[in-house]
């Protein structure tokens, strides 16, 4: 079964319109069910910051394995209670098991599968905006020294082994889903506050204080890395704009400024051109090519194709069997 969880915000190249709630229980034809808890309830945790800048969201699944590809628009620590959580960033793929955590900057697109173990797989995690990264940062700085300059995480992940200390804090959460009141939000980022204290004073410190600083940062992820590395999936520009944390206006007129072209005209022209090396150099069928280079379907991508090269890609293979392009360069260029 695929599911979304919920604030990682693009499942299956769409933008997802979860509304707000409370608890939602989603049931399989077996009996088995899933079970999320946002908190607080009046907040979305896709949209971070508008209302609120922190979000606490459980997870707890009995179906055995879940999976889900996400675009994740705002950094987020997650802890695993029970079961264990595989995630790809990168091509690089990590296991979260039992009394572990995770950080995950903004900005990424992942596949993650959760595991049940014991019957159960449950997680909790922290969505939050980067004005409450910066919150936390100026209530640390006056126990903390904070460098001037710090490497920021660009991109992956960081798994953490916490100790007693921090796994006892996670187990304080329990009461906090039986009810709700007009501190809840007061309360969800006192305790994020201290969950970074507590992450400081371990052998993760730096990757920790790395983490905020970059979830502080003004700008989005940079557009260009954003585009390249979501060239070949088939994902709209709204969601990319969301994904580099631009409005589509802005990300359209900077992606422009800097490349010459639209976003529409620059990744159909990438595309395009790998295909073109795909059918150049390998014995790829069609239909996979197309779906290789990001697009829905092969009459779609032959109508591109045409209007791109001037001849049909079953057409330009025939013909152009032996031409050698280096598809490194076509990419980056």
């Known amino acids: 079964m695929h599911c979304l969880h919920p604030g990682e915000a693009i499942y299956k190249h769409r933008i997802s319109k979860m509304a707000a709630y ?3 229980i989603r049931k399989t034809s077996t009996g088995d069910c899933t079970k999320v808890i946002i908190m ?9 910051g508008k209302g609120d ?18 675009y994740g628009v705002c950094p987020v620590i997650v802890y695993v209670y029970s079961g264990v959580k595989r995630i790809t960033v990168g091509g690089e793929c990590h296991t979260i098991n039992k009394g572990e955590l995770f950080l ?28 409450q990264a910066r919150k936390i940062l100026d ?13 920021t995480t660009e991109r992956g992940l960081t798994v953490m082994k916490v100790g007693d200390e921090i796994r006892s804090y996670f187990e304080t959460f329990g009461e906090y889903y039986n009810y709700e009141n007009s501190h809840t939000t007061s309360i969800i980022s006192l305790k994020l506050i201290e969950l970074v204290y507590l992450l400081l004073n371990t052998e993760y410190a730096d990757a920790t204080m790395e983490f905020l600083i970059d979830s502080s940062k003004q700008d989005g992820p940079d557009i260009n890395r954003t585009v390249a590395d979501n060239l070949f999936r088939r994902v709209t ?6 994904i580099s944390g631009r409005s589509v206006s802005r990300f359209k ?34 239909d996979l090519i197309s779906e290789e280079c990001g697009y829905a379907s092969r009459p779609h991508f032959a109508r591109l194709f045409k ?10 293979r025939n013909s152009n069997g032996k031409l050698l392009l280096d598809s490194a360069d076509i990419i980056k260029s």
């Open 139 to 151: 209530h640390i700085h006056a126990d903390i020294p904070i460098p001037d300059s710090v490497r």
């Open 307 to 316: 209007e791109r090269f001037g001849i049909p890609p079953a057409g330009y």
């Open 104 to 131: 995950l900057p903004r900005g990424q697109y992942y596949m993650s599968e959760l595991i049940a173990d014991d019957g159960v797989y449950h997680s909790i995690a922290f969505f939050f905006n980067k004005t």
């Open 237 to 242: 520009i709204k969601e990319l704009a969301i």
């Open 40 to 48: 607080p309830a009046s907040s979305d945790p896709i949209h971070t």
């Open 53 to 70: 800048d922190v979000t606490l969201v459980q997870w707890a699944t009995n179906t055995g394995r879940d999976s889900f590809c996400a």
């Open 253 to 286: 007129r900077e992606f422009s400024q800097l490349n010459g072209e639209s976003p529409h005209q620059w990744i159909n022209r990438k595309r395009l051109d790998h295909a073109r090396f795909l059918l150049s150099t390998t014995s790829k069928s069609i």
């Open 22 to 24: 409370n608890t939602k």
